[in-house]
């Protein structure tokens, strides 16, 4: 079941929401400072064949013309540097989604789940756990051009091992279906508009999804609606595998569409004549917004029982689905985070619970199979302590 109107009025009325549950402005700025003294140097770079992660203290900066090597069975996959929406490793490694902004708070999960939510060792009612979130622009570094927008989340402490990141785009669905489609779409990006305008007359769903994914001048970071794409595996306590879907939306679960005549031509990112926003107001936004309050949005799931019902209706990332989204819990963003630190935390879809994984893969050519490139050229991170920052229910900053 969806949240109704009432649930939202309700996480909307919260007690988290007063000053009194933020804490005073000294514990904010403590908590902040204790962040950047206690984030560690030690930053991990990927190496060629993705499988390693090593440590070092003196960033290498990218090269130009460096591209994303995936290994194994996507070995002959490589995307130019700059082009890959989901790289949102740390910034030595990082070839897109470079310019953003950093958020610490927590997220709570739903006192009652919803029924259609099956009981699992991760999702449970009235959990409450630390969040690092990141917001980005995928390719630009002017915040009022026109692009995909990116929200990534790590549920919990690095240190955790059942901890969850999720990475999320703008749009409901996705131009590509698979690491070969990507590859597809990536070049004809770097070959050119007519290229780009061929790729997507071929494939006028993969269209219909890019003008969804594409935000021109929004709002804010905090306005905007994100969607994993791609389906997770989720076991529940009796062994019984699922499906499910997520995504984080503002209260109001309202969107900025891409106008006219973009959405009828979207081939000219740069900024419009007469803009007024700074090329950083994106960020200006979100550190102005969270001096007075937080950045509060729903965490929803879809949740499939059965996915052999619905198959590529489901799996395929590219197809819209009519299922109902469950809200699942809220997430809130209570402090900024330095640029000179947010910019390196560690975001991967390696890191999950064991009882949420992202599903197995047999080529380049399955729908889960971006899931699969980013799981295995950003893997898991190890040995690199975190503080902790949780200050909530039965937490404490240490």
């Known amino acids: 079941m969806g949240a109704s109107q009432s649930d939202e009025k309700s996480l909307e009325g919260s007690p988290k929401h007063s000053a009194a549950r933020r804490g005073s402005r000294a514990n904010q700025t403590q908590r902040r400072n204790s962040y950047v003294k206690a984030f560690p140097e030690v930053k991990p770079k990927v190496v060629d064949n993705c499988e390693n992660v090593q440590f070092e203290r003196v960033p290498m900066p990218p090269r130009p013309g460096d591209t994303t090597v995936w290994p194994g069975i996507f070995s002959d996959v490589s995307l130019p540097g700059g082009l890959n929406p989901y790289g949102d490793g740390d910034n030595d490694t990082r070839r897109s989604n470079k310019q953003g902004a950093s958020g610490i708070g927590f997220i709570q ?9 099956p009981r699992n060792a991760f999702f449970i009612p009235n959990k409450a756990l ?67 305008k061929d790729f997507f007359r071929q494939r006028p769903y993969s269209f219909d999804s890019y003008v969804k ?6 709002s804010s970071y905090a306005n905007l ?69 937080p950045v509060v949005y729903t965490l929803e799931a879809q949740i499939v029982h059965n996915v052999d019902e619905l198959g590529d209706e489901y799996l395929n990332p590219v197809l819209p689905t009519q299922l109902e989204w469950n809200v ?38 399955d729908f889960n199979s971006v899931l699969a490139i980013r799981q295995a050229c950003f893997p898991k991170q190890k040995d690199v302590e975190k503080p902790v920052l949780y200050d909530g229910p039965g937490g404490g900053l240490s």
Not at 109 to 117: C, G, I, M, Q, T
Not at 213 to 218: A, D, I, Y
Request: net charge negative.
């Open 109 to 117: 999960f739903l006192p009652s789940l919803p029924v259609d939510l």
């Open 130 to 196: 630390p969040i690092t979130a990141r917001f980005a622009n995928t390719s630009l570094t002017d915040d009022a051009g026109m692009d995909i927008r990116s929200f990534s989340i790590k549920l919990g402490e690095a240190t955790d091992t059942s901890h969850l990141d999720l990475l999320f785009l703008t749009g409901e669905t996705s131009p590509w279906w698979s690491a070969s489609s990507l590859r597809q779409w990536a070049s004809a990006h770097m070959n050119g508009t007519e290229a780009l």
């Open 213 to 218: 994914n594409l935000k021109r001048t929004p």
């Open 225 to 293: 609606c994100y969607y994993t794409h791609s389906a997770y595996e989720l076991r529940d306590l009796d062994g019984c595998l699922h499906h499910v879907k997520f995504r984080v939306c503002p209260l109001n679960k309202k969107d900025e569409p891409l106008p006219d005549p973009d959405a009828a031509a979207p081939w000219h990112p740069g900024r419009l004549k007469g803009i007024p926003q700074t090329r950083h107001y994106l960020i200006e936004d979100f550190m102005k917004r969270l001096e007075t309050r």
């Open 328 to 365: 699942i819990g809220e997430i809130i963003i209570e402090e900024p985070i330095p640029n000179s630190i947010g910019d390196f935390v560690y975001y991967t879809v390696a890191n999950h619970p064991e009882c949420l994984r992202p599903p197995p893969v047999g080529s380049q050519d």
